[in-house]
């Protein structure tokens, strides 16, 4: 390493891993500190860097049409070690980006050990940085040591808010009858990799759905009463709690029937459908789309084989439920993602207030960029808002809308990036045409925001002087 002092980056997570190979390729030495294997997290089954805990899908790569796939071309323009090793690891998975989460995992971490300027420290860090860091980003995600927490939380005068966040449960794909079950995307859609044929589909007619429904709502479930009236994040429901809603719930969300044909009963249309997302290279194991659960395993064992195409199904893991904690981002966070009142000192990834790994990633990209800026003699950036980054980072920082009339209520929430972040755009009708027809004018919208966004983003990454996009 040089005598210039290094970057403290707490947390070997998408976002930490991201932070660290953005600085390290704009010229600054890293210190990046994990603290598995020496202490073990509820969720983590390795001690690899960037290991997926959830889901092995970073969704939608279209850049065109959706605001994810946008945000995963100005990751890639920036050279982003996240996505170029989600590319050399996906797996086939309809329109979206899916990868095989251990090669995955490998990638990133040979990668990181193999950059000269990085030096990885498997060691928790249980409280603040010391004064003598220079410059430290906490990416900790949900999955903060206690320890540390309660250093974050007595810092700022703020208590951490939670959600739990839920693991979807992986079924062996040779246990599946496929006499019952068969492959297809919703409507034939091809993705990256994929055929038009890439999940497995497990159909229900509305006897089978009903006593579905009546047994994941008697079902045995964890309790955590420690942490009794922490929100739930709504795009990463268990179902159980969507079955409380209702039971019709399940069949306009994860197990909804439309734009499949059942091969075997083609004249038949299905009551309800459950999907499974290939989860390896080897296409040995499959994940049960949007089934995250608190039920007790035994009992996701009997319910799950409930399921047609499942009654002999082996699961290689069952779901799971943890603790996801964030903090009130927009008070004790500046533009930049440093802590109010202690300069050097950022915060990345879903502890911030994203949601999702590419968001995550992205946030953790960003934050090793500006303190990559301030070790160089250099101000930190912001990218337009324009950009996803801009959006995803506006929303952390105070895109959100205040509840001014009730003093006191925390309003922040986590969040996706989707178009509804980004600034409005102006519109000009089709030459000839007296008004918009149908969806077309949402659909040019959309692409208009993601046109301007990734030239925008381009725009940026080229005036950003000194952080080129990562060779």
Known sequence: MSEREPLHIIGGGLA????????????????????????????????????????????????????????????????????????????????????????????????????????????????????????????????????????????????????????????????????????????????????????????????????????????????????????????????????ERGRETLRHGPMKPVGLTNPHRPDEKPHAIVQLRQDNALGTLYNLVGFQTKLKYGEQTRIFRMIPGLENAEFARLGGLHRNTYLNAPKILDETLNLKGRPGVRFAGQITGCEGYVESAAIGLLTGRFAAAELSGRAPSPPPPTTAFGALLHHITGGHLAYDDEPGRRSFQPMNINFGLFPPVELTKPEGAKRWRGKDKALAKKRAVAARALSDCAGWLAGDEGLKAAE
């Open 16 to 243: 930490g891993s991201e932070a660290a190979w953005q600085a390290a390729k704009a010229g600054v030495d890293v210190v990046l500190h994990e603290m598995r294997p020496v202490r073990e997290t509820a969720a983590h089954h390795t001690d690899g860097l960037a290991e997926l805990v959830c889901s092995n899908s970073f969704r939608s790569d279209d850049h065109e049409n959706n605001a994810v796939g946008v945000l995963h071309q100005e990751m890639r323009l920036a050279g982003s070690l996240i996505m170029a090793c989600g590319d050399d690891n996906r797996v086939p998975a309809g329109s979206a980006l899916a990868v095989d989460r251990v090669g995955f995992s490998q990638a990133v971490t040979a990668a990181l050990e193999a950059e000269s300027r990085i030096t990885i420290a498997r060691e928790e860090v249980a409280a603040l940085p010391p004064a003598d860091w220079a410059r430290t980003i906490i990416a900790t995600g949900p999955l903060t040591s206690p320890a540390l927490a309660d250093a974050i939380a007595a810092a700022t005068g703020e208590e951490s808010l939670a959600f739990f966040d839920a693991i979807a449960p992986i079924a062996n794909f040779d246990s599946i009858d496929f006499d019952q079950a068969w492959f297809q995307s919703r409507y034939d859609k091809p993705g990256p990799g994929g055929t038009g044929k890439d999940y497995i589909n497990c159909p229900l007619d509305e006897a089978r759905y009903n006593a579905f429904i009546d047994a994941v709502l008697a079902g045995d479930k964890t309790e955590f009463k420690e942490w009794e009236g922490t929100p739930y994040f709504e795009g990463c429901l268990p179902i159980e709690v969507m079955a």
